[in-house]
C-alpha cells in the first residue's frame, strides 16, 4: 500500500498552494474567530477530499484558481460538519485534539461552523464559480438529512442495509463525490467524464464508511477497539450484517441489549462477539472491497497519468489504511 506522502507527490506544489487559499479563506476581523481557526489549521487532518479534488483536476487537465476555490469550498463545508458533528455527538476530542466546543463551549462552536460553512458558499460566489455552489448546496442538504436519518434511526434501531447505505451515501459518499465532481468542473465540462468521476467518488466514498465502520470495532494502535458506533447505538454495516445472519431469536436479543444497555461493557463485548460469530465484519469487508473496486472501474474510463495512479492508489489506501 502507499502512503499519502507518496499518493500526494504528484500535487504537493498544488496542495501547498491550496493550504494558503484555505488560509486566506478563513480569516476574519474577529479576534476570537482568527484564534479558533488558527487551531482549526495547526490540527488539520490528512486533507482527503481537496487532495482528490486536486488530483481529479489534475488527471484532467491543468490545475487552475477554480479547482483552488473547489478544494477550499470542500474542505470548508467538510471542517464546518465535523465542528457541528462535535456538537452534535457531544465529542470532547477530534483527530486526538480537544475538540472546539470542548475547548470554546457548544454555543460557540455552532457559530464557527455556520461561519466555515458562509465562507465556503461565499467563495463561490465572490469568483463567480455558480455551478460549483449548486453542487455543493447539494451536499450540504445530503448530507443534514443523512444526519438527521442516523439520529431517527438510532432512536428504533430498524436500520436495513438499504437504509444503511441511504444514510451513509447522504452522510459520507455525498462529500467525497463532490470533491470529484467539483475538481472534474474546474477543468472540463465534457459530461461523460463527470459522469465516470462521480461514479469514482461516490463508491470511493461508500468504501470510506464501511472501513471506518470495520476500524471502529477493530484493535486499534492501544489493542482495543474504540466501539463508539455500539456505545451511541449506530447500526454500522459489520452489525447490520451479523443481524442479518442471525435466527430471529438472537437478533431481537442483541438489539434488545443495544437497546436498553449500549454502554455496559458486557453488552459490548457481547455484541463484540456476535458479530464475529456471525461473520459480520467479514461480510462487510466484502463489501467494502466491492465498492474499491466498482471506483477502480470508474477510474479507468478517464486518462491514465501519474494523478489517476494516485487516485488509484488512494483507492487502496482508504481500504487498508489503520485510522
Same mark, same amino acid.
Given at each position: ?56 483536476? *489534475? ?147 461508500? /468504501?470510506?464508511?464501511? *472501513? ?6 477493530? /484493535? ?28 430471529? +431469536?438472537?437478533? *431481537? ?16 463485548? *457481547? ?8 461473520? +459480520? ?43
Amino acid at each position: 500500500m502507499a502512503s499519502l506522502s507518496e499518493i500526494k507527490k504528484p500535487v504537493l506544489t498544488e496542495i501547498a498552494l491550496f493550504d494558503s487559499h484555505f488560509r486566506d479563506a478563513m480569516k476574519s476581523r474577529v479576534a476570537l474567530l482568527d484564534k479558533i481557526t488558527y487551531y482549526i489549521v495547526k490540527t488539520k487532518g490528512k486533507q482527503f477530499r481537496p487532495l482528490i479534488c486536486i488530483l481529479t483536476a *489534475k488527471m484532467l487537465g491543468e490545475v487552475n484558481d477554480k479547482t483552488y476555490a473547489a478544494a477550499t469550498l470542500v474542505e470548508l463545508l467538510h471542517t464546518a460538519s465535523l465542528v457541528h458533528d462535535d456538537v452534535v455527538d457531544n465529542a470532547d476530542q477530534r483527530r486526538s485534539f480537544f475538540s472546539i466546543n470542548a475547548l470554546w463551549k457548544n454555543k460557540i462552536a455552532v457559530l464557527v461552523g455556520d461561519y466555515l460553512l458562509s465562507r465556503g458558499l461565499l467563495t463561490a460566489l465572490s469568483k463567480k464559480y455558480f455551478d460549483l455552489l449548486e453542487v455543493l448546496s447539494v451536499a450540504v442538504k445530503e448530507m443534514s438529512e443523512g444526519e438527521l436519518l442516523q439520529l431517527e434511526k438510532a432512536r428504533r434501531l430498524d436500520i436495513t442495509e438499504e437504509i444503511y447505505y441511504q444514510i451513509i451515501r447522504q452522510k459520507t459518499a455525498s462529500l467525497i463525490r463532490v470533491s470529484c465532481r467539483c475538481g472534474a468542473q474546474s477543468v472540463t465540462e465534457d459530461p461523460a467524464v463527470i459522469e465516470h468521476v462521480s461514479i469514482f467518488g461516490e463508491q470511493l466514498g461508500l /468504501a470510506f464508511q464501511i *472501513k471506518d465502520d470495520l476500524m471502529d470495532i477493530n /484493535a486499534d494502535d492501544t489493542g482495543k477497539p474504540k466501539i463508539l458506533d455500539i456505545k451511541e447505538k449506530k447500526m454500522t454495516l459489520p452489525l447490520i450484517s451479523a443481524l442479518q445472519a442471525a435466527p430471529a +431469536g438472537i437478533r *431481537k436479543e442483541i438489539i434488545s441489549d443495544i437497546r436498553s444497555r449500549s454502554e455496559d461493557e458486557a453488552v459490548i463485548r *457481547k455484541v463484540l462477539s456476535f458479530i464475529h460469530d456471525y461473520k +459480520g465484519a467479514q461480510i462487510a469487508h466484502q463489501k467494502m472491497n466491492q465498492h474499491r473496486d466498482i471506483a477502480l472501474q470508474a477510474l479507468e474510463q478517464l486518462p491514465a497519468n501519474v494523478a489517476r495512479n494516485s487516485l488509484s492508489q488512494l483507492c487502496y489506501f482508504v481500504t487498508e489504511r489503520t485510522s
